[in-house]
């Protein structure tokens, strides 16, 4: 197995963070679906970036000017190169996967929907993948339609296919599912979509960190993900675009970079992917992106996704050993993430008694409300891992919920 | 910062057996109250006579801290005038925010005290308070409110 050359100590230990302590126990950060941590080598990017290089790009002939665009734009072929995009015209830097799929709904969304088009979801989205559909669905009178899914997590293949027609203008899926892990046959669903004509989105902010991503063989139209979600800064993320469509879109945001000219009577956009990158970007937090994809790539994605599916294993394992728990998303092909509620305790209550423990864990909704009303509870509690979580978390957090337990005895 | 000063035995209790619980029908006022954060949703009916609250009920869904003191709430409020539950809510709000406040003649509401160190659940044991003042403002009025 692969997992035995995986030395996870060695991985902790770039990551600074992780050796710190909670209410007096060891940090068992088991919450990297909603952000993973950085490892120092991002620190330490970010930080000689803005010690040694920092300026504005795109804007100056002087030395550091041209300095921060190199590395920004060295940063830009960097995603390229993780996405295995064909041109580096084809990565438009955002704030993160919710900018990416409001820039798509916007841009694209205003210029090819019309009324009666449908849009297609699946019924575990984000609703980072939700609310943006609706807002340009109200703007042209297109409509959303949600693809089924069955009682472990699944989406209804077949109930995809069916609703598949010729309205159908747009299929926008997640890749992973942040609530319950589902992991969807992503390369199957865009296929379908394509042999009918149809654009594809792809949300990949749940799976970027977990299995490599590559937008030529998956053959999408648009890809998003976060930079936080794979141990970089907030405030980055990427839409990979299909040029042509990038080309034919019109600009999302106005304003400085994404000009060619401007006059008071009419400008004219810049060229891919610029016209996109609106005002000054995140420069540092990309280049701390690039330094992400640089660490992760050095794990190796599949040795990552090993250690956490066996993770997802074990703690599937004892968690369902406990009397009361409830496992929701039970799909085959899972991530590691697990969604779970115990009878008699509020996910809110045992996040409150995990903390107290050590062991961060989110309650919530997960920003899908349709798909926990679907699931029939308020809220779960997510225990998600990365590549640094341990065996030892995972039993900190099994002996944390029996604690919870006790106390609601 | 321990659990039993949050996870009080009255607390818990509460939040097993809450009182009060169900919906008065007819009722003279109804609101619901809707926490985002995690989902806490509760609906409060009341039948007023004249300033005074005659009967008050709640349903919903919740944590233990939201559900525990939404029971207690409605033990707390039951035959008072509402001049005295504006005063109740005064003090249980200070009790939730600030780290002096006295729980003194507060009864059963006193366990909430812990709450205080616990500021993510702060809105959870004021989501009642706020649901009730809804219900008081309008009697008509069943739009929902949100502690966010
Ligand atoms: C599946 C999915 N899509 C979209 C998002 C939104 O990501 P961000 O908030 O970083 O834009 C998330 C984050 O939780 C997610 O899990």
Redesign the interface.
Known sequence: MTTLAYDVAAIRADFPILSRTV?GKPLAYLDSAASSQRPRAVLEAVEYYETNLHSNVHRGVHTLSQLATDAFEGARDRVRRYLNAASTREVVFTRGATEGINLVAQAWGRSHLQRGDEILISAMEHHANIVPWQLISETTGAKLVVVPINDRGELDFEAYLTLLSSRTKLVAMTHVSNALGTVLPIARIVAEARARGITTLVDGAQAIAHEAVDVQALGCDFYVFSGHKLYAPTGTGVLYGREALLNAMPPWQGGGDMIRTVSFEKSTWNELPYKFEAGTPNISGVIGLAAAMDYVESLGLDHIAAHERSLLTEATAAISAIPGIRIHGTAEHKAGVLSFTLEG?????LG??LD?EGVAIR???HCAMPL?DLLGV??TARASFGCYSTLAEVRQLINAVQKARE??A | MELQDLYREVILDHNKRPRNFGRLDPHDALANGHNPLCGDRLTITLNLDGQRIDDVKFEGNGCAISVASASMMTEAIKGKERSEVNALFDKVHALLTQQDAPADDLGKLAALSGVREFPARVKCASLCWHTLNAALADADNASPISTE
């Open positions: 209410n305790v509020h996910p809110h209550d409150t008694i107290h309650a919530g909704h926990m308020p809220a106390v609601f």
